[in-house]
């Protein structure tokens, strides 16, 4: 469903992503593993149309994607929960979740979807008219998620979910994707530092290190491959 071919993006004059390559099949989890400043959101974000690349190509479903705005890129069911959850956190819980229906389809579904979200999520029915900047870390990054799921993804990027959670709400929020995938066909692209983790949840996975594509495999394969235990797992 992505195929991202030989993408170079950076910010000005400074190039961050060499011609990076990888692809998500349908139904599929795939997770770009790497360390701070490796660019990985730097890649979320051309992807997703905050960045226009100097070169390569995003396919998405047989469509080029790569020279259009976000607002396009969203509109073709690439919806994404960036990193550090970006909340409108003086409005309340249920404005965010508004937010996330951007144009007449995912409006027309509003209430059904809202319900949905609702149930993967209970606290977000207890907490909607509260302001989403009081809830707790972990809160804020549900309704993170469920504004995206709101936006009715094809492909769902979750940009670092376990930045500053504790660990069990790590893993709700990576059982919530797994679930996707599985019963409604949804495929998700997970980025992830948190290798551990990321691994447990994934098909398959890319290591990216100093903007390339330094390793690719099954997460089976990467969990057991030397460079990998070394250099991000410690052991
Ligand atoms: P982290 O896990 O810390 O978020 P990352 O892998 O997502 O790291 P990026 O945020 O993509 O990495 O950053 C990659 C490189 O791009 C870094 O060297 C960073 O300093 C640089 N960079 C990121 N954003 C900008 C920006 N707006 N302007 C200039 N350089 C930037």
Known sequence: MLKVEGLRAGYGAVNILWDIAFHVN?????????????????????????????????????EELARHNSRYVLDKGIVQVPEGRQLFTEMTVLENLE???????????????????????????ERARQ???????????????????IGMPKLLI????????????????????????????ISVLLV?????????CADRGYVIENGHIALEGTAEELAANEHVKKAYLGI
């Open 26 to 62: 349908d139904g599929e989890i795939v997770s770009i593993l790497g360390s701070n400043g490796a660019g990985k959101t730097t890649m979320v974000r051309t992807i997703t149309g905050m960045i226009r690349p100097s070169a390569g190509s995003v396919n998405f479903n047989g």
């Open 99 to 125: 937010m996330g229906a951007f144009n007449k389809q995912t409006r027309e579904h509003f209430a059904d979807n809202l319900r949905v979200v609702y149930q993967w999520f209970p606290k977000l029915e």
């Open 131 to 149: 302001a989403a900047g009081t809830l707790s870390g972990g809160e804020q990054q549900m309704v993170a998620v469920a504004r995206a799921l």
């Open 158 to 185: 979750l940009d670092e979910p376990s930045l500053g959670l504790a660990p069990n709400i790590v893993d709700d929020i990576l059982n919530v994707a797994s679930t996707l995938v599985r019963n409604d066909g």
């Open 192 to 200: 992830e530092q948190d290798i551990t983790k990321a691994l447990a």
